[in-house]
């Protein structure tokens, strides 16, 4: 399956499960969003996830995300690029994005 038909399989189950999920435009893609707040979206054939710097630190440094810089020359702290391999870690990383935007306190 192309990452791009399971980020899509993915955000579609996301979407259905969480009353608090919807879909929105964000460059030139069509993301997910919690309380008005993108979380999840795919940009070139990646997907694109907005988590705590230390956690997207962590992914750089282990060769699996890749710095995510929205055509800016810069990248983004709290954005990673990512290719799941399958269907369960990429619902668990989109997951992990879902509650990282939803928490209030952060």
């Given at each position: 399956?192309?990452?791009?038909?399971?980020?899509?399989?993915?955000?579609?189950?996301?979407?259905?499960?969480?009353?608090?999920?919807?879909?929105?435009?964000?460059?030139?893609?069509?993301?997910?969003?919690?309380?008005?707040?993108?979380?999840?979206?795919?940009?070139?054939?990646?997907?694109?996830l907005k988590l705590p710097r230390q956690r997207v630190e962590e992914?750089?440094?282990?060769?699996?995300?890749?710095?995510?810089?929205?055509?800016?020359?810069?990248?983004?702290?709290?954005?990673?690029?990512?290719?799941p391999s399958d269907a369960s870690v990429c619902s668990a990383l989109?997951?992990?994005?879902?509650?990282?935007?939803?928490?209030?306190?952060?």
């Open positions: 399956m192309a990452s791009e038909d399971m980020v899509e399989m993915v955000a579609a189950e996301i979407s259905d499960g969480y009353a608090d999920v919807e879909r929105g435009r964000i460059l030139h893609s069509v993301g997910l969003k919690t309380s008005g707040k993108f979380f999840a979206f795919v940009a070139r054939g990646d997907l694109v992914l750089l440094s282990s060769g699996v995300g890749r710095p995510f810089d929205a055509g800016k020359g810069r990248p983004l702290r709290e954005w990673v690029r990512l290719q989109m997951l992990e994005a879902r509650a990282f935007v939803a928490d209030p306190g952060r």
